[in-house]
C-alpha cells in the first residue's frame, strides 16, 4: 500500500514554498502543489489579520478558478510588531533593521489558512515569538548565510535564528508557515483525512 503522500492527489496546496509542503507531507495528506499568483502588497489601512485572511483567501480561489474539481488550501503568514506587518526583506539592510526591530522582546506571527471547495472557510493562528538581544554584527551575520533573504520577518523559525529564539507561545508549524491543526480541520471539513484517519 503506498504512502498518501505519494498517493494520487486529493487535495491542491496554492503555495511554493517547500516548507509548507514539508508540513502538509507529515499528516500523509495526498496533494500537489499549484503556486497563486496574487498581488500580496498589504492595502492601505489593513491590519494583520485582515491581510493574512485576504491573501490566504485569494490564493485559495485563484487555484481553486483554474482546478474546480478539487480542495485547495491558501496559507499567508505575516510577522507582526508594533501593529506593523514585517514582509520579506528587500536586501540586506532591510532584514537586519528588521531582526534589530525584534531584537530583545516578543512579537506576533500570524498565520491565515484557508481552504476553497464548494465553498470557503477560514482559520487564524496567532503565536508569540521572544527573541534574546541580537547584535548589528550577529543581525549582519545572519544575512550572509542566505537564510532570511524570502522568509517573512527576516527569519526561519525552523533554520539558523532557532539560536535568537527564547521562547514560542503557540503553534510551531503556524510560524514556520501552515498551521496543522487548523488546516487538518479545515481537511476534515471536507472529507479529507491525513494518515492517522484524522
Keep these: 500500500m503506498r504512502d498518501k503522500s505519494t498517493a494520487d492527489p486529493m487535495i491542491i496546496l496554492a503555495s511554493q514554498s ?17 503556486p497563486a499568483d496574487i498581488d500580496e502588497r498589504v492595502l492601505p489601512g489593513e491590519s494583520p489579520t485582515d491581510y493574512v485572511q485576504r491573501i490566504a483567501t485569494a490564493k485559495a480561489q485563484a487555484v481553486h478558478a483554474l482546478h474546480a474539481d478539487m480542495p485547495v488550501i491558501g496559507s499567508d503568514t505575516a510577522v507582526v510588531v508594533d ?3 514585517l514582509g520579506k526583506p528587500g536586501g540586506r539592510d532591510d532584514a537586519v533593521r528588521m531582526l534589530l526591530a525584534l531584537s530583545g522582546r516578543s512579537h506576533q506571527v500570524m498565520t491565515g489558512v484557508a481552504i476553497c471547495h464548494e465553498n470557503i472557510d477560514y ?41 535568537f529564539i527564547e521562547r514560542i507561545e503557540g503553534s510551531y508549524s503556524g510560524i514556520m508557515g501552515l498551521p496543522l491543526f487548523e488546516t487538518m480541520q479545515l481537511l476534515n471539513s471536507v472529507g479529507v483525512r491525513g494518515r492517522l484517519g484524522v
Excluded: C, H, N
Design 123 to 163: 482559520r487564524l493562528s496567532v503565536s508569540s515569538v521572544t527573541f534574546r538581544t541580537i547584535s548589528q554584527r550577529e543581525a549582519f551575520a545572519y544575512w550572509d548565510t542566505g537564510e532570511p533573504a524570502d522568509k517573512a520577518g527576516g527569519y526561519a523559525v525552523q533554520g539558523l535564528a532557532a539560536a
Design 18 to 34: 517547500p516548507r509548507r509542503a514539508e508540513l502538509l507531507s507529515q499528516m500523509g495528506v495526498a496533494f500537489r502543489t499549484a
Design 83 to 85: 501593529a506593523q506587518i
